[in-house]
């Protein structure tokens, strides 16, 4: 039996019809799922309890559930998801102000092994449906209002996996959480985050995307990055490049870019050259990252290279942003999301 979120809203509609209930029921049934955000049919309190019993005879759901979840001294919050087939994936909360930001994954584990990245041992295991990504979203929302007294405000998919290799499940979940027959949120409010796949990001100009695109660049030195991101031997720099320029000329919108500085490796004025040289072709926000040390070669930027970095980036009047991490002691800052059981 499938998830009844599975299937399309013309199948939950025809399937109303065939069983002889009135069209609104289709309507009810909609509005539960996404603006409700319900994960039970026993939830679904104004349908009949026979059409719940039908429902129940033809389809399931395959719950997601907080399996653990653990606060940083700086209140950030790390969950565990327990996924229908026992996998885990992992999601934070991050507090600040008058703003809850949620970073959500999109896949259980991560083909593209970057070599900074805690996800990226862990292998590929499998992408997420939609609604696991929308599940998340939900759980976790419920976890904002019961502990900082208010919802998430801000979504960032930067969790687990790259969201453009699973582009059509994290499309679909974007829908549920910006329309208005769902959550509302605003797509300005939702940053999508890619290490650089261009055929992803020629796909989101061409469907119109209306969030903000973020590319964890990382270097701009072509060797250099190839050895910190295998991806991109399949994705080169200029390739990437020619990429977000056609963003930039169909959605107009700014792109991000972060910067994880790694100390001897990407934080000299000549890498700064690189990256101001890349980013030329369209407007950019630079976010330059403090390090977490995970178990790979690289050490975080000592603070003379990131002040000497950042002083040559303002030089070129561009935006530039310093982020520390949050979350460092309960692993779940930036590159330190990972489960070994899986
Ligand atoms: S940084 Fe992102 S794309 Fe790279 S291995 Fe980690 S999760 Fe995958």
């Not at 903000?212 to 990437?240: G, I, Q, W």
């Not at 930039?248 to 890498?271: F, G, P, V």
Request: hydrophobic share 35%.
């Amino acid at each position: 039996m499938d998830d009844i979120r599975f299937c399309s809203e013309t199948d939950r509609f025809k399937f109303i019809l065939q069983i002889g209930e009135k069209k609104f029921r289709a309507s009810q049934i909609e509005e539960w799922l996404w603006k409700k955000g319900v994960r039970s049919f026993d939830e679904m309190t104004n349908l009949s309890v026979s059409l719940r019993q039908t429902l129940q005879t033809h389809f399931t759901f395959k719950q997601t559930r907080i399996g653990n979840d653990v606060q940083s001294a700086d209140k950030t919050m790390k969950f565990i998801f327990q996924l229908h087939d026992e996998r885990q994936v992992e999601g934070v909360l991050i507090p600040s102000g008058d703003r809850v930001t949620a970073c959500i994954s999109s896949q259980v584990g991560c083909p593209l092994r970057c070599t900074f990245c805690a996800t990226g041992t862990m292998g590929f295991v499998r992408n997420l449906e939609a609604c696991e990504i929308f599940d998340q979203f939900i759980l976790m929302n419920q976890e904002s209002i019961h502990v900082f007294g208010r919802p998430i405000t801000n979504i960032v998919y930067m969790g687990m996996g790259e969201p453009l290799l699973n582009y059509d499940n994290v499309w679909q979940s974007l829908q549920w959480i910006t329309s208005p027959k769902g959550q509302g949120l605003s797509p300005s409010r939702i940053t999508v985050s890619t290490v650089g796949i261009s055929t992803g990001i020629i796909q989101l100009a061409d469907d119109n995307f209306k969030a903000d695109l973020a590319l964890s660049l990382h270097c701009a030195d072509e060797r250099k990055r190839l050895k910190m991101m295998p991806v991109t031997a399949k994705h080169s720099l200029s390739e990437l490049q020619k990429s977000l320029s056609y963003f930039y000329a169909k959605t107009n919108k700014r792109i991000t870019i972060e910067y994880l500085l790694l100390k001897d490796w990407n934080d000299s004025q000549e890498d700064a050259q690189k990256l101001f040289s890349f980013c030329k072709p369209f407007p950019v926000k630079i976010n330059l990252i403090e390090y977490n040390a995970t178990d790979s070669q690289f050490e975080k930027s000592p603070i003379q290279n990131l002040n000497r970095f950042v002083d040559f980036l303002q030089s070129k009047n561009m935006v530039v942003n310093v982020r520390h991490s949050r979350g460092k002691d309960i692993a779940a800052a930036c590159g330190q999301l990972v489960r070994d059981k899986q």
